[in-house]
Structure formats: C-alpha cells, structure tokens
C-alpha cells in the first residue's frame, strides 16, 4: 500500500497535527532508505550536472575509486542508464546553451565540451537536437537578429543580419 494512502487513511477520523506528524514520522521510518550505491548514483549525477569539468567516465572512475564496469552496473541499476549517456546529454544541453548565447567556432565548441573531434560533436548534437550546431545557433541567433533590425526600422526577412 502506497505510503500517502496509509497515511490518508490512519487520519481520516480527524485532522490533528500532532498526531499527523507522529504517524508521518512512523511510515518514514519504515520507508527504505537508499543504498550506499544509490546514493553514490544520485550524488554523482548531481555533480555531473553542476560541474562542467566532468567530462568523462575516466573522471568518475578515478573519483569514486570503482572500476568502469562497476560504475556501468551501478548506473544503469539505479539510473537506467549508463554514466556515458549522462555526461553526453550534460555535455549537450551545455552546447546547446552556449550556442544560443555567445557565438563560437564550432571546433572550439566541440574541444571545451570534451570532444576529440568536431564531427563526433555533430553528430551527437544532431541525434538530440535533429539539427546540426551551425544550424541550431544560426536558428537560435536569428531571432534576436530580426528583433534588433525591426526594433531599428529594417525589415531583413529571412536574410542574415551579418549580409548587411
């Protein structure tokens, strides 16, 4: 039985606060608590998010001392997925951000985000996106362009502000 429903149904004779608490305090406590392995997971997808340095397995298998197999098993456990497919997409929402907002050779693009070569990148990109880089920032920029060039009295349409 579902821990809300439990509790909705302990408390149905009246609301009363203290009581609500003690009984809430009660099912906790019985709720399993994650594993040490589990843990390790969620905190490491965590830092994986927040730190841009982490860029490869390599890196996590250094950090937390477990083989690349280990860690494989381990994420794909309690994540459903592999720690690779992880870093790619934070790696890949960090191009996409970066491509809206400040323009960049896409090789340098490719080297900061940890790829070897450029056509890994797009391809990467691509199979998220649908889009390559140059397409995606042209597309992501243009609608700025257009709002600066109206916004000054100049209907440029679909051509790129940088013709002008």
């Given at each position: 039985m579902k821990v809300g429903r439990q509790l909705a149904e302990r408390l149905a004779a009246g609301f009363d606060l203290a009581r609500a608490t003690e009984e809430a305090r009660n099912l906790l406590r019985d709720f399993p608590t994650l594993s040490p392995t589990a843990r390790l997971v969620r905190d490491l997808i965590e830092r994986i998010?927040?730190?841009?340095?982490?860029?490869r397995v390599e890196q996590l298998v250094q950090e937390t001392g477990m083989t690349e197999r280990s860690l494989?098993?381990?994420f794909r456990h309690h994540a459903g997925v592999a720690p690779k497919w992880?870093?790619?997409?934070?790696?890949l929402i960090e191009a996409v951000e970066r491509l809206k907002e400040q323009p960049s050779t896409m090789a340098a693009l490719a080297a900061d985000l940890?790829?070897?070569?450029?056509a890994h990148?797009?391809?990467?990109f691509k199979q998220l996106t649908g889009s390559t880089p140059a397409a995606f920032a042209r597309g992501a920029r243009a609608p700025k362009a257009r709002a600066s060039s109206s916004q000054a009295?100049?209907?440029?349409?679909?051509?790129e502000v940088s013709s002008w």
């Open positions: 998010e927040t730190d841009a340095l982490l860029l494989e098993r381990a992880v870093l790619r997409r934070y790696r940890g790829y070897h070569d450029q990148f797009t391809r990467d009295g100049l209907d440029v349409g679909d051509q």
